[in-house]
C-alpha cells in the first residue's frame, strides 16, 4: 500500500541534507560556551547557523535567538514584553496592561495571552472575516496608549490564510506599539523579510521546515528589550539560559539554506500539487467547502469540508488506506471541541467536525495526489451512506 504525508503543518520530515549535516555535527559535542578548541568549534556552529537563520528572514545575525519550538518563542515574546519583573524591567517597555492579538492564533499564542489575561490584562481578540483574513482598520481602533503588544500571525496553520503583515505592524508601529509575528508556518515556505514588514518579533520552529524537533528561532528586532522567560546563564544573550543545543542549531542553519535555495521551486510545485488536489476533490466529491483564502494563502495547506459527516472517521479510514491528513491543528486533533479557527471564520459546529487539513511538503509528488483523489471520493461516500444527516443516505 502506497504511503501519503499530507500532515506537513503538524510536522515535517528532515530534509536528507539536514540529515547530513546533523551527522557530520555529531563530534560537536563541546559546550559553546566553553573558551577551549571543542567549545569553540560548537561556538562556530552555532554563529554560522545563526547567519543562515538570519538570512532566511532577512535580520542581522546578532537579531536571532534560539529556542526549543515555535511555543517557547511565542512564549518568550508575550511574557518578556509583559514582564512586571523591576529587576528585568527594561527602559523599552511600556507600562500598559493592554494586549491585541486574533481570534484564529496557535494556542502556544493564545495561552499565554489568557494567563496575563488572569492576571489582570486587558486583551482585544480581534475578529477575521469568512477567509480568516484580519482587518487593519479594527486594529487602528483597537490600539490604545496603554496597549504594549500586537501578536499577529502570518499565516494560519489551519487554514493557511495569509494575514497584511506589513500594513499591521506599520499601523503597529505608528503607535509604537511592539508587534509580533508567528511565522512557524510561513517560514521557509513563503518569502519572510522582516525589514520590510517592519516587525518587532518573529517566531520560527525547525520540525515546520525540514529540520528535527527541539529547535527553533526567535527574531528580535535590534534595539528591543526583552525580560528572558527561561532564566539561567548568560546565553542566547541572556535571553535564554540553557546550553545551545548545538545539533538541532546546525540542523535548523542547514534547513534554512535549503529553504532559501529551494523556496521558489517548491512555491511552484506545491502550488501546482494543492491546485490539483482542490480541483479534484471539487470535482469528485459533491457538497464540499473549500476553507481560507482563495489567493492568499500557503501553498502546502489545503482545508476542506465535507458535509454531513464527521473529519475524525475520514481521518482514520485515510489512515488505514496509508494516507496521514489531520482533522485540525495537531493539538486541537484528539479533542472534542470543534477548532477555534474554523468556528471563526464562521463554519457552524457540525461543518467544523467535518473538516479535514491536508498539508504538503517538498517530498509530495503528483502520484500522491492521484492516490489520495483515487481513495477519498470513496470514503466520504462510504461514511455518508452511513450518516442519517446525508440527504441520500442508506440508513
Ligand atoms: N505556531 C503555529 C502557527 C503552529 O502551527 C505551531 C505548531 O503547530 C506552533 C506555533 C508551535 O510550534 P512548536 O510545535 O515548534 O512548538
Redesign the pocket.
Known sequence: MPQVYLDN???TPIHPEVKQAITDGLDLFGNASSEHFLGQAARKAVEDARKKVAALVNAKPAEIIFT???????NLVIKGVTCQDIICKSEASKPGKHIITTQI?????TNPIKSLERQGFKVTWLPVDQYGLVDPGLLSKAISKQTVLVSI?T???EIGTIEPIAELAKIARGHEVYFHT????AAGKLEIDVKETGVDFL?L????LYAP?GV?ALYIREGVVVCPVLQGGHQERGLRGGTENTLGIVALGKACEVAIRDREKNIERLWKLRERLRKGILEKIPEVVINGHPEKTLPTTLSATFKFIEGESILLRLSSKGIAVSTG???SSGSLEPSHVLLAIGLPHELAHGTIRFSLGFENTDADIDYTLEVLPGVIQQLRDMSPLWPGSKK
Open positions: 503543518n503538524a510536522t526549543s519550538c515555535g511555543s517557547e518563542s511565542n492564533e496557535h494556542p502556544s499564542v500571525m499565516a494560519n496553520n508567528d511565522a512557524v508556518q517566531s520552529s525547525g520540525h515546520k524537533k527553533a491543528s495537531a493539538c
